[in-house]
Structures are given as C-alpha cells and as structure tokens.
C-alpha cells in the first residue's frame, strides 16, 4: 500500500501548478500559495480510489469517528482505507506545511489516537508543503518526529526514522511505534508542492 500512496504523490507532484492557487499582484507578479487541504484529499482520494478499484481497496474521506483533540465532539478523519467488506485497514492523515511549524505537526500526529480505537496500522501522514527550503523543512520534520512523543503510542526502545526517499520534491520516511504491545508502523510524506513561474 505504501508503495501505492508514494505513485499517487508522485502524480500529486506532477499536477502541482493545478493544486495552486494563484493571485497577480501586479502586471509583473504572479503568486502562487496551494490550495485547501480538502481539494488536494479529493483528488488524492479519486487517484487512490482509481488505482485500487481492482483490489477492491478504497479510501473514505472525511469521516467522522473517534473523538476529537478536545475530545467534546466525534473527530473528522481525513481519511480511512476500507476492504472489500468496508473493514478499516488503514488510516490517512493530512495538512498542509509552510514552514516547520511543530503545533500543525504536533496537533495532526496527537489528534491519531483519538480517531484511530482500532490500532490500525500502517498509518499515513500526508503533508503538502509550499515552503522556500524543503530540504530545511524535511531536515526539520525528522528532527521533530524524532523527539516527539505522540499521544498515546510509545516508542521502541531503539526508535530510528528510516528516510526512504529523499529528494527535492519528495520525503517519505518510516517509523515504528507502539500501543500498548501492538506495533504500529507510520509512514510520513512530504510533498514539496510550491510553485514558481
């Protein structure tokens, strides 16, 4: 399945220009800034959707479920992976970045165990980024889930990020951690989707 969700990211990048909005500020000046979280989940959901229609495999988006980082209202997923018998066997979560900024980060990777009652594993974090730098962003990601303690999972006892692809539009890594005794693997993608003219 990873290897799936990394070839929809890998045509995300390829339409990049398409999930940017864009603004002339003068007659000399385009800006681009990308767009709503939720229009660039519909598309990944479509292309995911596409892609696994013959495994009978799918992706639901923006369900309700579990609770939410107040834990006073149900939580809003951005999206579970079902079976053929609508079984979730995944998880898939996503935000946009444009800088490290560890609340964002902190807040998507805390808010996981409130939806997630089933332990599922694997789990995906999404982030589309739009920042000058990926390399310091991506540099910067690492460190931060490196040190981080997430909300109800616990780390191994030797835990290392595993940087699986590493480029200048593309950062997947893997990572193990826990609840209770069960193993949990994520898988964290960033997607550089800045564009410039």
Request: proline share 3%.
């Amino acid at each position: 399945m990873k290897n799936i969700i990394q070839d929809i990211s890998l045509e995300l990048l390829l339409r990049k220009k398409n999930l940017n909005i864009h603004s002339i500020s003068s007659p000399q000046k385009t800006n681009y800034r990308i767009t709503k979280e939720d229009l660039i989940n519909d598309w990944f959901t479509s292309l995911f959707d596409k892609r696994m229609s013959e495994a009978r495999i799918g992706l639901r988006d923006q369900k309700r479920g579990g609770e939410s980082s107040s834990a006073k209202s149900p939580g809003e997923i951005d999206g579970y992976i079902t079976g053929s018998d609508n079984t979730r066997i995944s998880l898939f979560e996503a935000f946009r970045l444009f800088s490290v900024d560890t609340t964002v980060i902190e807040e998507h990777l805390d808010k996981i165990a409130g939806y997630d009652n089933e332990a599922l594993s694997p789990l995906f974090i999404m982030a589309y980024c739009d920042v000058p730098s990926f390399e310091s962003l991506s540099d910067g990601y690492k460190t931060l889930i490196n040190r981080k303690e997430y909300v109800s999972f616990s780390k191994p006892k030797i835990h290392e990020i595993n940087v699986l692809e590493d480029n200048d539009q593309l950062w997947i890594a893997k990572e193990t951690r826990f609840r209770k005794s069960k193993e949990i693997i994520f898988y964290h993608f960033l997607l550089n989707l800045r564009f410039t003219s």
